[in-house]
């Protein structure tokens, strides 16, 4: 079966401090993955979508930005943190061509 | 733009009530359609998902219908448990950049009483 990976699982970070967050699926090859912001008590905001290894499409200007070093890795960094980066951060998968994207457990980022 | 959204922000329910959660979306062109629930501090998790080309799809104790006419999707839960208090997402397809990609309501959060 297919499992997905978030880490950290919390994260405060100083503002203008890097950020790097890591997500990793397994038992698929080749997904599409998705990384969603969530503001408390809001909807998924979709940041990122990538359907294969290097290729990144980018839904939301801003001061993020993400890689797919590997097949079944995705990565979501900064360079600088802003206090409007705080949030939950979500990654999901789905098979190439599916509709159903299946979430990981999210990571919890505050910038203080 | 395209919006999916929900008719109530919280829905209050006794134990053993049937809960009942609508969402209504703006793009006719959307054809897939997801419900998730997201308990505190965890990720969403895909509960029961339809098709436009049918109007009901049952789960075990969830049901989703849709009415393409008014755009309009609802879940219903039958037999509500304390386990089922959640936040409820729908979500619906949109074609950007040549791909399908979902988009979210704000969410129904949905408290059971005793």
């Known amino acids: 079966s297919q499992t997905i990976h978030q880490w950290p699982a919390t994260l405060v970070q100083p503002v203008g401090s890097p950020l790097s967050l890591e997500c990793t699926v397994e038992g698929t090859s080749n997904p599409n993955l998705y990384w969603y912001r969530q503001a408390a008590g809001r909807g998924l905001q979709l940041l990122f979508y990538?359907?294969?290894?290097?290729?990144i499409s980018s839904e939301v200007p801003q001061n993020l930005s993400a890689s797919r070093p590997q097949d079944r890795q995705f990565i979501l960094s900064s360079k600088k943190l802003l206090l409007s980066d705080s949030g939950f951060y979500l990654c999901?998968?789905?098979?190439?061509?599916?509709?159903?994207?299946?979430f990981g457990p999210g990571t919890r980022l505050t910038v203080l | 733009g395209e919006s999916v959204g929900l008719h109530l922000p919280t829905l209050s329910v006794q134990e053993g009530d049937n809960s009942i959660i609508n969402c209504a979306y703006s793009n006719s062109a959307s054809d897939y359609f997801i419900w998730y629930k997201q308990e505190s501090g965890k990720g969403p998790q895909f509960i029961i998902d339809?098709?436009?080309?049918?109007d009901k799809r049952q789960g075990q104790r969830v049901t989703v219908l849709l009415n393409k006419t008014v755009k309009h999707l609802s879940l219903q839960i039958a037999a509500t448990q304390p386990g089922d208090s959640a936040v409820y997402f729908c979500a619906g397809t949109y074609l950007s950049g040549g791909y399908n990609k979902l988009i979210f309501g704000a969410g129904t959060r949905l408290a059971v009483h005793p």
């Open positions: 339809i098709r436009s080309n049918m």
């Open positions: 999901a998968w789905s098979v190439q061509g599916g509709d159903t994207q299946y």
């Open positions: 990538s359907v294969g290894i290097g290729q």
